[in-house]
């Protein structure tokens, strides 16, 4: 595991140049053992080669953007490069125009000297768990891929960039959990932030009430570095703490349900570790996440703004759509006026309510998802679809309607599959975050943090 940090070290003493780490990733995507070409639906592999000479030129004049210039990046393919069409892994938006500018988060990247690599696969339009799209090649999951398992979703081929060192961090967008569920499922650090501390302009939406726009990359501290440019916000070392001093909720309610075996397993393994260090866990029973599935009868937020942003592509394209992602965003017709405004009203109430009940705790603690990546041949009956759809998104999904922030970690072995662990805030609770999952991190994954 490469961490951003040591890469950045390795840059300033002249170890690695800018070139070699751009070299490095192509040769992986190109690698047939790997999924570089299903990971990634367009490479700017000439663009990148440029950036990263010119980088390693003004390194040798003792200037560089940022500490982490010519570090290799990957960006979601719903998100505006300067020059391309912005496809959102459909067709249906193909015949729109270049995008004239760098969306906010592509920008403040390459303004810190991060090389873009290349735009990745994704579940059409973010609308799925799962990361299935029937309109390019899906990656598999790093996990016994011989099976063939999913990637996750909707970030699915952002993951896969960085889990199979095409990449060293990426950007995706999570609405219900979609950077944090490939995360948990190809054993890297998922995060998803405060909705409104990164600019989502230039992202193409889902849902304008529940987007929000993170990191997935190999350490807790890489992600708070990417998160941090992205927000535009100065970059400051993670305070150290004890897990000893760690007051942490764990949900009784929804979160534990139907885990299989394997994660039911490293849940308690690591609930032991954590108490062994001397942490309070408080199980507790949590209202608000059994009034979210009646809130969302009717499609709740996605399916009410996604409805709005497509109309008027569904009457001339509705054909080009995947009609597994179309059968969701037509149940925003199922809504009416008063319907959405019911829904805003009791989504403030409920975040309310949450913040009360989680004041007494630094914070809240479960399996990111409850089950291991499953084969993507359980798919193929859309009821079962439809079904373990639900169950991917069902645990990351409750942070995004009660306005948090949330990352996942991974607690699992070299030799085990992959298990995600999500530690979640109340908004505005990001840089604490950070703080107590890095903690977590040292204590459940100590091979894996840094020096």
């Not at 996990?143 to 060293?168: E, T």
């Not at 959990?177 to 193409?204: D, E, H």
């Not at 000893?244 to 349900?257: E, F, Q």
Request: glycine letters at 6%.
């Amino acid at each position: 595991m490469t961490t951003l940090s040591q890469l950045a070290v390795a840059l300033d003493e002249g170890r690695i140049s800018s070139r070699s780490l751009v070299e490095a990733c192509l040769a992986r995507i190109d690698d047939p053992s790997l999924e570089g070409h299903k990971a990634y639906v367009k490479l700017y592999a000439d663009e990148a080669r440029a950036c990263a000479d010119a980088i390693d030129v003004m390194r040798a004049k003792n200037y560089s953007p940022s500490p982490f210039a010519g570090i290799p990046i990957s960006v979601k393919d719903l998100f505006d490069v300067k020059g391309d069409v912005t496809l959102a892994g459909s067709r249906v938006l193909a015949h729109m125009d270049a995008a004239h500018n760098d969306a906010d988060v592509v920008a403040h990247l390459r303004h810190a000297g991060f090389i873009i690599m290349g735009r990745t696969h994704m579940t059409e339009f973010a609308f799925s768990g799962v990361g299935l799209n029937p309109h390019f090649d899906t990656p598999h999951s790093i996990w016994d891929r011989q099976a063939k398992r999913i990637p996750g979703g909707s970030s699915s081929g952002a993951a896969i960039s960085v889990a199979d060192g095409m990449a060293f961090g990426a950007i995706g967008t999570d609405t219900g959990g979609s950077c944090r569920i490939p995360a948990a499922l190809n054993g890297l650090v998922g995060y998803k932030p405060t909705a409104q501390r990164i600019s989502r302009r230039g992202a193409f939406p889902l849902s304008t009430s529940l987007d929000s726009i993170g990191p997935l990359a190999n350490s807790v501290e890489c992600c708070a570095i990417l998160d941090a440019f992205m927000a535009h916000d100065n970059i400051r070392p993670l305070r150290d703490i004890s897990l000893s001093h760690a007051r942490i909720a764990v949900p009784k309610t929804i979160v534990l349900n139907d885990m299989d075996d394997h994660v039911a397993h490293l849940f308690e393994r690591c609930l032991k570790i954590m108490r062994d260090t001397g942490a309070r866990i408080d199980e507790i029973d949590v209202a608000e996440y059994s009034a979210i599935g009646p809130l969302n009868s009717k499609g709740g937020f996605a399916a009410a703004e996604s409805y709005y942003i497509h109309h008027t592509l569904i009457d001339r394209f509705s054909a080009l759509y995947d009609p597994r992602v179309i059968s969701r965003i037509l149940r925003g017709r199922e809504q009416s006026a008063v319907d959405y405004i019911e829904l805003c009203t009791q989504r403030q109430s409920l975040i309310k309510s949450y913040h009360k009940r989680m004041r007494d705790y630094d914070f809240c603690l479960y399996p990111t998802v409850p089950i291991i990546a499953p084969p993507q041949s359980a798919f193929v009956d859309d009821n079962d679809y439809a079904r373990l759809n639900l169950l991917l998104l069902r645990n990351p999904a409750l942070i995004n309607v009660l306005d948090g922030c949330a990352i996942s970690v991974p607690v699992h072995r070299a030799d085990e599959a992959p298990v995600g662990l999500m530690l979640s805030k109340c908004s505005g609770g990001d840089e604490d975050l950070f703080v107590w999952a890095r903690a977590l991190e040292r204590v459940l994954m100590p091979a894996n943090h840094e020096a």
